[in-house]
């Protein structure tokens, strides 16, 4: 008998993150790090999805906004490769 294959990792917001909403824009602030990263509209939708997988977010791209699926994967990749790679988000 075979494994079930793996699930999609899933992300959460990192406990010491905090978050402004500065109405257009959503700004991101790691207590220990002292990094900040803004949010588009698109980026604030995903991240107020949180834990999510990427699976489950790239449907709610898809879902709410007229995308390709290439290019809302491409850059759906792209914005968690950065939140992680500052520690913004860790799994769930």
């Known amino acids: 008998m075979s494994a079930p294959p793996p699930r999609p990792p899933r992300y959460a917001p990192h406990p010491e993150v905090l978050v402004t909403d500065l ?3 959503l700004v991101l602030l790691h207590t220990l790090s002292s990094q900040m990263y803004g949010l588009n509209p698109v980026a604030r939708s995903v ?3 949180l834990p999510a997988s990427g699976p489950e ?3 709610l ?3 709410e906004y007229e995308v ?3 290019q809302a994967a491409e850059d759906l990749k792209a914005l ?3 939140l ?3 520690d913004m988000v860790q799994p769930a």
């Open 80 to 82: 968690l490769d950065d």
């Open 68 to 70: 390709a699926p290439e």
């Open 84 to 86: 992680e790679r500052l």
């Open 23 to 25: 109405g257009d824009e």
């Open 61 to 63: 791209v898809l879902e």
């Open 47 to 49: 991240w107020q999805r």
């Open 57 to 59: 977010l790239l449907a």
